[in-house]
């Protein structure tokens, strides 16, 4: 079978000479104005000068006569594999850069030379690569030139020779015909001017073992990340992937600022959340610093929302009358760390009435239960009332010094039962006050608690340095109005109006969830509602069963010969500066802390905090390290000797004796 040029198409085969092939020499260089020659003795057909793109190849097969179908045989190749490249010595640095210069000098020169043929993109991108390549090439070069030429016609239009007149699927044709007819020398040749590639080098024998104790930085630090967190980088770059960054790698290696990845790692943290900070960011001055408007400011809207993007921080508050016991529960999980929220919380404020008499186990065991990621803030007591603030340990940077003050509201009493205590300090933009009380105890003396609240807004001096956020609606005679959020919680020793045997029937119909019929015999729901106590406070609404009077150690109400009447003595109300500030998500008590005769009661909240000024005093950081240390320390024993037992008990055996 045969093309219209007279070739034969038999793939994998190539174009010889028999003994009359000088008659086909002559004629050639005749009619086409090119000198052809023997190459090697084999036959095999080579141009002396590279024929120009479009017209010299092409009219080369035209002008071959039909004698040379006699002339021209067929002979089978067999492909082999290429030459193994002769390794070159290892050059330095300066001779590459000189080289890649070299280089890209010559591919700026066959750009501007009108006789260059290359037209298409990926010539030029070739041409900037590889120097181009004068005087001899060989046919399979030319061809495979020819056939990237008209293999596109784009490239066929912007060739500066203008040669792509007439039939251009003609062209591509013969072009196609001839790549195929080389095809078997295109495999075992490389291309003129290109690179060569090596073989990968395998070593001889396994490599050595590395010692561990190698001094590179890099490996020291490679496996910093937990057993537990391997996959923390591809998380990260689904769930945190960072849009931009101010350190690129590829614009360093670029610029020839390093020329390793250790460098590059050690500039830029791969696993690092915190917001990239550019060169021109710091070299900038604005006379808006300390305001919140400026930019990078420790309080300001910024570094708010790269903490809270809603603005939305978790409280818990929780008050407990221990009743003076020595003993402290076991566990607080249950009571610090409820089940019904999925995440902990950011601040954890507890206030206790009738402490225990050693304050420091009690604050020890807070901390042992809220683990590694709470630092105790601050931490104050009045008598037997204690309040300890906990706060992340991420978020200690953004506080403003604690303040605290206390009242006493039974003078005659030596010791300090009766009274309030009152913490307070200002997180980014908006001051907080936490105030716990303990108020004048007896079902009928509603009129000296309500003495004992207005003394102690009148008494408790706060704030004392730290500034008030809103001045213009603060009030001298009420400490509550200085503040833009405040808790007040304790043991208000308010009770229900109704005999004990009422309010027992009433528990026995509905021991769960409906408590409103005893709400209706409520004294503080009374007195709120008339506006004469915790006037703006609010409450959240209580589904829970009396936190008073239990028998210790029991689910059972007071069976003692006073018979004392069930009641909610234990309250967290709230009030805030700004509506819908603060969202109450939960309130209720934890019954399974027996070892006083009230019941622990706690309230989640969602408050929304403001951004605010750097120019107030900081707690730069401030928190009871010693109380921290002692506490996770506690924490990883009781974790070691739980462990200890449990596996004793599975390595113990009974015996019998029959």
């Known amino acids: 079978m045969s093309t219209p040029n007279g070739f034969p198409q038999h793939p994998g085969a190539c174009v010889t000479r028999s003994t009359e092939g000088g008659a086909v020499q002559d004629l050639h260089a005749k009619k086409a104005g090119k000198a052809a020659k023997e190459a090697g003795g084999n036959g095999v057909l080579t141009f002396e000068d590279p024929p120009s793109v479009g017209t010299s190849l092409n009219e080369t097969l035209k002008l071959l006569p039909d004698e040379l179908k006699a002339n021209v045989k067929i002979k089978s190749v067999t492909p082999r594999p290429p030459r193994k490249p002769r390794l070159e010595r290892a050059a330095s640095l300066d001779e590459k850069s000189w080289r890649r210069w070299r280089r890209f000098r010559t591919s700026q020169e066959s750009l501007t030379d009108p006789n260059e043929t290359s037209s298409s993109n990926s010539s030029l991108q070739e041409a900037s690569l590889s120097p181009p390549i004068r005087g001899r090439a060989s046919p399979c070069h030319q061809c495979c030139q020819q056939n990237s030429l008209h293999s596109s016609p784009d490239a066929s239009e912007a060739s500066p020779m203008g040669h792509s007149r007439g039939g251009t699927s003609d062209l591509g044709k013969r072009a196609s015909e001839i790549s195929s007819a080389f095809g078997g020398l295109l495999r075992g040749k490389a291309f003129a001017g290109g690179k060569p590639r090596l073989s990968q080098i395998m070593p001889a024998r396994p490599l050595p073992p590395m010692e561990l104790s190698v001094a590179s930085h890099t490996l020291r630090t490679a496996n910093r990340i937990d057993s537990d967190c391997m996959d923390y980088r591809h998380y990260s770059q689904h769930k945190f992937g960072r849009v931009s960054s101010s350190l690129s790698d590829t614009r360093l290696h670029g610029n020839g600022m390093v020329y390793d990845n250790c460098s590059t790692d050690s500039m830029k943290s791969t696993f690092s959340l915190l917001t990239p900070i550019r060169s021109k960011d710091v070299r900038s001055r604005s006379y808006l610093e300390g305001s919140l408007l400026a930019n990078g400011a420790l309080l300001g809207a910024e570094e708010l929302s790269r903490y809270f993007p809603d603005r939305n921080i978790g409280i818990f508050v929780a008050t407990w009358n221990m009743q003076g016991q020595k003993e402290l529960p076991v566990n607080l999980d249950d009571f610090l760390l409820p089940t019904d929220p999925d995440y902990a919380q950011d601040m954890y404020i507890i206030g206790v009435q009738e402490g225990c008499p050693d304050r420091r186990e009690w604050e020890i065991r807070l901390q042992e239960t809220l683990g590694p990621h709470y630092v105790m803030l601050y931490s104050a007591a009045h008598g037997v009332l204690y309040m300890s603030v906990?706060?992340?340990?991420?978020?200690?940077?953004?506080?403003?010094?604690?303040?605290?003050?206390?009242?006493?509201?039974?003078?005659?009493?030596?010791?300090?039962?009766?009274?309030?205590?009152?913490?307070?300090?200002?997180?980014f933009g908006t001051s907080f006050l936490f105030i716990t009380s303990h108020f004048t105890s007896g079902d009928s003396k509603v009129n000296e608690r309500k003495l004992d609240y207005n003394k102690t807004i009148q008494a408790l001096t706060l704030p004392k340095n730290v500034p008030d956020t809103n001045p213009y609606r603060s009030s001298s005679n009420d400490v509550t109005t200085r503040f833009d959020e405040v808790f007040w919680f304790g043991d208000f020793n308010f009770r229900l109006n109704k005999d004990r045997e009422t309010v027992d029937s009433i528990l026995n119909q509905n021991p769960e969830t409906d408590?409103?019929?005893?709400?209706?015999?409520?004294?503080?729901?009374?007195?709120?509602?008339?506006?004469?106590?915790?006037?703006?406070?609010?409450?959240?609404?209580?589904?829970?069963?009396?936190?008073?009077k239990f028998d210790i150690g029991k689910d059972s109400y007071d069976t003692t010969s006073k018979q004392r009447t069930p009641s909610y003595t234990d309250r967290v109300v709230y009030r805030s500066r700004y509506r819908d500030d603060i969202h109450a998500v939960k309130y209720s008590s934890c019954p399974v802390i027996k070892t006083s005769d009230h019941r622990p009661v706690f309230a989640l909240f969602r408050v929304k905090v403001r951004p605010g000024r750097d120019n107030i005093p900081l707690a730069a950081g401030q928190f009871d390290r010693e109380l921290y240390l002692i506490g996770i320390k506690r924490r990883i024993t009781r974790e070691l000797q739980k462990r200890q037992e449990q596996k004793d008990q599975k390595s113990s055996s009974i015996c019998s004796v029959s």
């Open 515 to 548: 408590v409103s019929k005893l709400l209706a015999y409520d004294q503080l729901t009374t007195e709120m509602s008339r506006g004469s106590i915790f006037k703006g406070f609010q409450e959240a609404d209580i589904n829970f069963p009396p936190s008073y």
């Open 390 to 427: 906990f706060i992340r340990r991420d978020l200690i940077w953004f506080c403003s010094e604690v303040e605290y003050a206390t009242v006493t509201t039974r003078i005659v009493s030596q010791i300090k039962t009766k009274g309030a205590l009152g913490i307070c300090f200002t997180f």
